[in-house]
C-alpha cells in the first residue's frame, strides 16, 4: 500500500514537470499577474507615483521630488505617530489571536454544548463598523456622561469608572471588533485537524496542555502567524477609532495624520501617498516571513485522501460554565454596545439621561428616502458581488501560490497582500487617480466600486482560502492530475469541495468589509453607485450620530440574516 | 476520493451559484443615465426675464437642451431636496444630480476627474476660497460672470469664478442643561472674541483641532493675529479643553454635557443641527463675525455649461440665495436672502454686524506656523 503510494506520487510529481502543465500554468499565472496588477498594481502604482512626484498625476509643471518622503521619513515629526501606530497594531494583533485562538479551539476541538449557536454569535462583533463600535464605546464610556460612568456616580463612585479616550480604549475597541476575525480566520484550519495527531499524542501520554502546546499550535503556526499579520495590519491602518478617540488624549496616529491631509483643506494627498507607503515594509517584512514559514507545506498538512474525524476535547468541570463565560465575553463586546447603539437610534441627540421625551422615530425615518433604498441596494449587489468574485480569486491565486511552480508566482503572493498596508483613505486616491480614466463609461458606475473592493480585499480572500488550502495534502490533487484532470476540473472537483468551509468564511468577511468599507468609497462613488456605507458617513455629519445608529442598527440586521442564511446553505448551521 | 468529496460538494455548489445570481445584478444596475423631463420653457423664461434680467436670452433654452446638471456639493443637514426642488420648480427641463463630500475629497475628486478629462462636475462647490483662486488660475473653472455678480459682497465672491453662497459663522456655544444661572449670566455677557478664554469652564469645554478645515482655522488664527500668542495660551490655561478631529463630534459631545462649553465652532451648521433635535445647546456670535463662505464655481469641462451658468444665476438672486439659506442652515451673506431658518427666529439668535475682512491667502500660508504653535500650546 505505501509503495503504491510513493510511486502514485513519483508519478504525480513528474507530472508537473510536464511540458504542457508547465505551460498551462505559467498562461495561468500570467493572467493572473495581469488581473490582479490591474485591480492592486496600478491604483498602489499611482500612489507611489504621487509620493515621489510635487504634484497630483496629469497637474502641469509637477516634477521628481524626494521632499515628501523626506518629510515624513526624514523628520523627527511622526516617530512618535509611527510607533504608535505600530503599538496599537501590536497590541490588537496580539490580543485579537489570543482571543480568537482560544474561541476557535473551544468551538471547533471540545464538548462545548450548542457550538453551532456560538459559532454564529461570536461573530456578530464583525458586522459593526469600527467606527460604529468607536460611538458605541462612547456614548457608553465617555468620561463623566457615559452610561457607564453615570451608573457608577449613582452608585456612590467617585470620578469616572472607564475611559474610552486613551490607548487603552482605542485597543480594547479595536481587539473587540478584529478578535472575531481572527476566530473566523482560525476556524477552518483548526476544523480541519484530524483527530489522529492528538489521539496520538494521547497515546503517548502527552495530557491535553501538552497536545495543544506541542501538537495543535504549532500545526496552526501559519495560519496564526498570518491572522496576526492580517490584524496587525488592520488595527494600524484604522483612521476612525484612534481619530474618534485619541484626539481628546492628544494620541496621534499615522492614519490620522493621513485623515487631516484628505479631508479637511488644505488637502495634501502627495504627503498622505508617502505616509500610506509607511505601513508597507512592515506588512511586506511579514509576508517574507510568513513564506519562509510555509515554504515546507507538507509540514502543515491535515486533510490527506482519507476521512476524518475532528476530536472533541472534554471540558470536565468547565462544561457548564464555558457558555457562560461567552455569554458575558459578548455581554461586555456585543451586547452593551449594540444596546447603547439601539437605545441611541431612537434618541434625538446624545443624551446620558433617559427620558421619554428624548426618544423619536425620526432617525429611523430618514431611511426611507429613495438615496436610502438605493444604497441598501448598491451595498447589497456589491457586497455579494465582489465577496463572490474575490473569494474565487483568492483560491486562483492561493492554489497558484502554493501547488504550482512556476516562476513569479511568489510575486502575486506579494502583490495581492499590499493593499492591506495601505489605508484605505490613501488607497481610495490612488484609486481615484487610476480609474478615472477607465473606458467604456466604467467611471461613476457600480463596476469601479467592484473593481476597487477586488483590489483592497483580495489579500484577505488570498489568506483565509490559503490557511484552508495549506492543509490539504498535494496528494488529492496531484492524484487527479495523474488520473487526466484539468485544472478547472480539479480545481471545481477537489480543492473547491475541501477548502468550502475556508471559502464560506472568506465570503463572509469580505461581504462585511464591502459592506463597511467607506474611506475609499467616498472618492469613488456617484450618485447612481452610492452605498449604505457612505449614507452613514455623511449622516455623521449631516445630523448627527443618532442617525448613523439606526442605519447601522439596520445594517447590522442585515448582515445577521444574510450571513445566517449562507450558514445555513453551506450547512455550518447546527442550532 | 471522488465519492467522499461529493458529499459536501452539495451544499457549497448550491452556496455558490446563489452568491453568484447578484453579480447579473450588478450588469443591470451599472446601467445609464435617467430619461430627461421637459416643459415649461415660457415659465421660465419668464422667471429669467423678472429675477435675472441680464442673462442671454437663448441662456435658458440651452440650459433646456442640457437637461441636467451635476452638482458637486459639501456636507449639509439635509440633502438639498428642497433646494434641488426649489430650482426644478422654476426650471423644470433640468434635472440636478449631486456627489456630495466633505471640503478635501470634494478638491481631489473635482480636480482629478477634470485633468483626466472626464465630465465630472459641471457645478462645483467648496469652502476654501486659496484652492478655488488656485484652480481659477489653472483653468479648472469657468470665467463666466453671471449679470447679478453684484449680488454676492465682495469679500464672499471672486468676480467670474466663484461665488458665496451661504455663511459657516462661528460663535460660541454651551450646553443650557449644564450651566449655573451665574455661568448663563456671564456667557449672556460675552460680546467679543477676546472674552471668550475667560470663561468660568476649566477642565469643562471643547475646542476643534487647527487643522479640521478652514472653519476650524480661522478663529485661531483671528485671535493670534489680533491678540497674539498669549490668546491661545489663555485659552488652554483657563479652560483646559478637550480637543476634537472636527466639529461634528464636538457638538455631539457639547449636546450630551461631556462638555459644557465651546469657545469657537461652527454655529449655524454643526451646533444649530443638534438645537433642531431640541438638544439643549445655544449659541451667540461675538463682534466682529468670523465666517466662511461656502463658495460655488463652474467646470471649465463642464459637459453641461449652459444649465450650470443658469444654476449659479439662479442661486445668486434673492430667491436662490434664500433657497440656499433656508435649505442648507447656513447664514446669509447678503440682505438679498430672506431668512426663515427656525432658531433665526429665536429672540437670542444675532447676527454679526460686521464680519472680519479674512485674508485668506495668508491665512493659508499661516497654516504650517499655526500647526507647530498649536502643538506647543495644547500639545497636540
Request: aromatic share 14%; with cysteine.
Given at each position: 500500500m505505501e509503495l503504491a503510494r510513493e510511486g502514485f506520487a513519483v508519478r504525480a510529481r513528474s507530472a508537473l514537470f510536464d511540458p504542457a502543465v508547465r505551460r498551462s500554468h505559467r498562461l495561468l499565472v500570467l493572467a493572473l499577474m495581469a488581473l490582479v496588477t490591474m485591480l492592486v498594481l496600478v491604483p498602489?502604482?499611482?500612489?507611489?507615483?504621487?509620493?515621489?512626484?510635487?504634484?497630483?498625476?496629469?497637474?502641469?509643471?509637477?516634477h521628481l521630488t524626494a521632499g515628501n518622503l523626506a518629510t515624513i521619513y526624514a523628520t523627527s515629526t511622526f516617530v512618535v505617530p509611527l510607533l504608535t501606530t505600530l503599538a496599537i497594531g501590536a497590541w490588537v494583533g496580539a490580543l485579537s489571536v489570543v482571543v480568537g485562538t482560544l474561541l476557535a479551539w473551544l468551538v471547533t476541538r471540545t464538548d462545548l454544548p450548542r457550538a453551532g449557536l456560538w459559532e454564529n454569535l461570536l461573530v456578530i462583533p464583525v458586522y459593526l463598523s469600527p467606527l460604529m463600535l468607536a460611538l458605541a464605546f462612547t456614548a457608553m464610556?465617555?468620561?463623566?456622561?457615559?452610561?457607564?460612568?453615570?451608573?457608577?456616580?449613582?452608585?456612590?463612585?467617585?470620578?469616572?469608572?472607564?475611559n474610552v479616550y486613551s490607548f487603552a480604549g482605542i485597543v480594547f475597541v479595536l481587539t473587540v471588533?478584529?478578535?472575531?476575525?481572527?476566530?473566523?480566520?482560525?476556524?477552518?484550519?483548526?476544523?480541519?485537524?484530524?483527530?489522529?495527531?492528538?489521539?496520538?499524542?494521547?497515546?503517548?501520554?502527552?495530557?491535553?496542555?501538552e497536545t495543544i502546546r506541542r501538537i495543535l499550535l504549532p500545526m496552526l503556526a501559519p495560519a496564526i502567524f498570518a491572522t496576526a499579520l492580517m490584524i496587525f495590519t488592520l488595527a494600524a491602518e484604522n483612521f476612525a477609532v484612534p481619530t474618534l478617540l485619541g484626539r481628546q488624549s492628544g494620541i496621534r496616529t499615522i492614519p490620522s495624520e493621513i485623515y487631516f491631509w484628505l479631508v479637511y483643506e488644505p488637502v495634501n494627498p502627495n504627503l498622505a501617498a508617502s505616509a500610506g507607503t509607511m505601513l508597507l515594509v512592515v506588512t511586506l517584512s511579514g509576508i517574507f516571513v510568513y513564506r519562509r514559514m510555509t515554504r515546507v507545506a507538507s509540514r502543515y498538512v491535515t486533510v490527506g485522501g482519507k476521512p476524518h474525524s475532528t476530536r472533541s476535547v472534554k471540558l470536565g468541570w468547565f462544561r457548564p460554565l464555558a457558555p457562560w463565560t461567552l455569554a458575558l465575553y459578548l455581554l461586555a463586546t456585543i451586547g452593551l454596545p449594540l444596546a447603547a447603539l439601539l437605545y441611541g437610534s431612537f434618541l434625538r441627540y446624545i443624551s446620558p439621561r433617559l427620558s421619554w421625551s428624548l426618544l423619536t422615530l425620526a432617525n429611523?425615518?430618514?431611511?426611507?428616502?429613495?438615496?436610502?433604498?438605493?444604497?441598501?441596494?448598491?451595498?447589497?449587489?456589491?457586497?455579494?458581488?465582489?465577496?463572490?468574485?474575490?473569494?474565487?480569486?483568492?483560491?486562483?491565486?492561493?492554489?497558484?501560490?502554493?501547488?504550482?511552480?512556476?516562476?513569479?508566482?511568489?510575486?502575486?503572493?506579494?502583490?495581492?497582500?499590499?493593499?492591506?498596508?495601505?489605508?484605505?483613505?490613501?488607497l481610495g486616491?490612488?484609486?481615484?487617480?487610476?480609474?478615472?480614466?477607465?473606458?467604456?463609461?466604467?467611471?461613476?458606475?457600480?463596476?469601479?466600486?467592484l473593481i476597487a473592493y477586488m483590489g483592497r480585499f483580495l489579500v484577505h480572500a488570498v489568506r483565509v482560502t490559503g490557511n484552508s488550502l495549506l492543509q490539504i495534502s498535494a496528494e488529492l490533487d496531484e492524484a487527479a492530475q495523474v488520473l487526466g484532470a484539468g485544472m478547472v476540473r480539479r480545481l471545481g472537483g477537489i480543492i473547491f469541495p475541501l477548502v468550502g468551509r475556508g471559502m464560506l468564511s472568506s465570503w463572509i468577511l469580505l461581504f462585511i468589509f464591502v459592506l463597511n468599507e467607506v474611506t475609499a468609497t467616498v472618492l469613488l462613488y456617484s450618485s447612481r453607485s452610492i452605498t449604505l456605507s457612505v449614507v452613514v458617513w455623511n449622516s455623521l455629519d449631516m445630523y448627527g450620530a443618532m442617525v448613523a445608529f439606526a442605519y447601522s442598527i439596520i445594517q447590522t440586521a442585515i448582515t445577521f440574516v444574510l450571513v445566517y442564511f449562507v450558514f445555513r446553505l453551506g450547512g455550518r448551521v447546527a442550532w | 476520493m471522488w465519492k467522499y468529496i461529493s458529499r459536501q460538494e452539495g451544499n457549497v455548489k448550491a452556496t455558490w451559484a446563489w452568491m453568484a445570481a447578484p453579480l447579473a445584478a450588478l450588469l443591470v444596475a451599472a446601467t445609464g443615465p435617467a430619461v430627461q423631463a421637459a416643459?415649461?420653457?415660457?415659465?421660465?423664461?419668464?422667471?429669467?426675464?423678472?429675477?435675472?434680467?441680464?442673462?442671454?436670452?437663448?441662456?435658458?433654452?440651452?440650459?433646456?437642451?442640457?437637461?441636467?446638471?451635476?452638482?458637486?456639493?459639501?456636507?449639509?443637514?439635509?440633502?438639498?431636496?428642497?433646494?434641488?426642488?426649489?430650482?426644478?420648480?422654476?426650471?423644470?427641463?433640468?434635472?440636478?444630480?449631486?456627489?456630495?463630500?466633505?471640503?478635501?475629497?470634494?478638491?481631489?475628486?473635482?480636480?482629478?476627474?477634470?485633468?483626466?478629462?472626464?465630465?465630472?462636475?459641471?457645478?462645483?462647490?467648496?469652502?476654501?476660497?486659496?484652492?478655488?483662486?488656485?484652480?481659477?488660475?489653472?483653468?479648472?473653472?469657468?470665467?463666466?460672470?453671471?449679470?447679478?455678480?453684484?449680488?454676492?459682497?465682495?469679500?464672499?465672491?471672486?468676480?467670474?469664478?466663484?461665488?458665496?453662497?451661504?455663511?459657516?459663522?462661528?460663535?460660541?456655544?454651551?450646553?443650557t442643561k449644564e450651566v449655573t444661572p451665574a455661568e448663563q449670566k456671564w456667557l449672556e455677557s460675552v460680546k467679543t472674541w477676546d472674552q471668550i478664554?475667560?470663561?468660568?469652564?476649566?477642565?469643562?469645554s471643547c475646542m476643534v483641532h487647527v487643522r479640521a478645515g478652514g472653519s476650524a482655522q480661522l478663529p485661531y488664527y483671528y485671535l493670534l493675529t489680533t491678540y497674539g500668542i498669549q490668546s491661545w495660551k489663555d485659552l488652554k490655561e483657563n479652560l483646559e479643553p478637550s480637543i476634537f478631529s472636527g466639529a461634528g463630534p464636538l457638538a455631539d459631545r457639547l449636546a450630551a454635557g461631556e462638555c459644557v462649553y465651546a469657545p469657537h465652532v461652527t454655529a449655524d451648521t454643526a451646533v444649530a443641527t443638534r438645537w433642531l433635535q431640541k438638544a439643549p445647546i445655544r449659541w451667540t456670535f461675538p463682534e466682529p463675525g468670523l465666517a466662511i463662505s461656502y463658495l460655488m464655481g463652474i467646470s471649465s469641462k463642464a459637459a453641461h455649461p449652459d444649465a450650470?451658468?443658469?444654476?449659479?444665476?439662479?442661486?445668486?438672486?434673492?430667491?436662490?440665495?434664500?433657497?440656499?439659506?433656508?435649505?442648507?442652515?447656513?447664514?446669509?451673506?447678503?440682505?438679498?436672502?430672506?431668512?426663515?431658518?427656525?432658531?433665526?427666529?429665536?429672540?437670542?439668535?444675532?447676527?454679526?454686524?460686521?464680519?472680519?475682512?479674512?485674508?485668506?491667502?495668508?491665512?493659508?500660508?499661516?497654516?504650517?506656523?499655526?500647526?507647530?504653535?498649536?502643538?506647543?500650546?495644547?500639545?497636540?
Open positions: 498602489v502604482g499611482f500612489l507611489f507615483f504621487g509620493a515621489l512626484w510635487s504634484e497630483a498625476p496629469r497637474v502641469p509643471g509637477g464610556a465617555a468620561p463623566r456622561v457615559g452610561f457607564i460612568n453615570v451608573v457608577w456616580q449613582q452608585l456612590g463612585g467617585a470620578g469616572s469608572l472607564a471588533h478584529y478578535a472575531p476575525f481572527a476566530f473566523l480566520y482560525l476556524l477552518g484550519p483548526m476544523r480541519a485537524i484530524g483527530a489522529d495527531v492528538e489521539e496520538a499524542a494521547t497515546v503517548l501520554g502527552s495530557g491535553s496542555f429611523y425615518r430618514q431611511m426611507l428616502d429613495a438615496d436610502s433604498l438605493l444604497a441598501f441596494r448598491n451595498s447589497l449587489v456589491l457586497g455579494i458581488g465582489a465577496a463572490t468574485l474575490t473569494t474565487l480569486l483568492g483560491l486562483i491565486v492561493t492554489y497558484t501560490v502554493h501547488r504550482t511552480r512556476v516562476s513569479g508566482r511568489g510575486l502575486l503572493d506579494y502583490i495581492s497582500a499590499m493593499p492591506i498596508a495601505i489605508p484605505g483613505m490613501v486616491v490612488g484609486m481615484l487617480w487610476a480609474y478615472v480614466n477607465l473606458p467604456f463609461g466604467i467611471w461613476g458606475t457600480l463596476w469601479v466600486l | 416643459g415649461g420653457l415660457d415659465a421660465s423664461k419668464q422667471w429669467v426675464a423678472e429675477n435675472v434680467p441680464g442673462l442671454p436670452a437663448g441662456l435658458v433654452e440651452a440650459a433646456c437642451k442640457d437637461g441636467k446638471l451635476m452638482l458637486y456639493h459639501l456636507v449639509f443637514r439635509g440633502k438639498l431636496a428642497d433646494l434641488i426642488a426649489s430650482f426644478t420648480k422654476t426650471f423644470p427641463c433640468i434635472k440636478i444630480d449631486t456627489y456630495m463630500a466633505s471640503g478635501g475629497p470634494l478638491q481631489t475628486r473635482f480636480t482629478s476627474e477634470w485633468r483626466a478629462g472626464q465630465a465630472g462636475a459641471d457645478v462645483w462647490m467648496n469652502s476654501s476660497p486659496p484652492f478655488a483662486d488656485k484652480i481659477s488660475k489653472e483653468g479648472l473653472l469657468l470665467n463666466w460672470t453671471p449679470p447679478n455678480d453684484a449680488l454676492v459682497p465682495a469679500h464672499w465672491k471672486r468676480s467670474g469664478y466663484w461665488y458665496g453662497i451661504g455663511l459657516a459663522t462661528l460663535g460660541f456655544a454651551w450646553n478664554a475667560k470663561a468660568p469652564f476649566k477642565g469643562r450650470a451658468k443658469l444654476f449659479v444665476a439662479w442661486s445668486l438672486s434673492p430667491h436662490g440665495q434664500s433657497a440656499w439659506v433656508n435649505s442648507t442652515g447656513l447664514a446669509p451673506m447678503s440682505k438679498q436672502a430672506t431668512d426663515r431658518r427656525k432658531y433665526a427666529k429665536e429672540s437670542w439668535y444675532r447676527l454679526p454686524g460686521d464680519y472680519y475682512p479674512t485674508d485668506w491667502d495668508k491665512m493659508e500660508k499661516a497654516l504650517k506656523g499655526m500647526n507647530t504653535q498649536f502643538k506647543d500650546v495644547f500639545g497636540q
